[in-house]
């Protein structure tokens, strides 16, 4: 039910804050892709006699590398964590 949310951490922290300190990975692929696009949209001008519909579709290439490149480090992450983590803590015996 919704009387088990804990109200004052909703309070404190937004669900994007929250869900960005559970996977970093998210955020730096939103970022980038936006920071891809608006290099794209800028650069738009100065494309010589190229296409704009292969400026576009190579913009579009980037943006998607770029987020496909973060989703990968972030999948590697978790399981580093989730499985490689506990076997190097159980060693020290801590």
């Known amino acids: 039910m919704s009387s088990d949310r804990n109200w004052d ?3 404190h922290t937004s669900k994007f804050m929250r869900k ?3 996977s970093p ?5 939103m970022a980038g892709c936006l920071a891809i696009v ?3 949209l ?3 001008k100065s ?5 704009m519909s292969v400026h576009l579709i190579h913009m579009r290439v980037g943006a998607q590398g770029f987020v ?3 989703m990968t480090l972030g999948v ?4 580093y964590k989730e499985y490689l983590a506990p076997k190097f803590q159980g060693k020290d015996g801590k």
């Open 9 to 11: 951490e909703d309070e």
């Open 20 to 22: 960005a300190k559970e």
């Open 25 to 29: 990975f998210v955020p730096i692929g």
């Open 38 to 40: 608006a290099f794209g």
């Open 42 to 44: 800028y650069k738009l």
């Open 47 to 51: 494309r010589g006699d190229t296409k």
């Open 68 to 70: 496909v490149g973060a």
């Open 76 to 79: 590697l992450y978790s399981m």
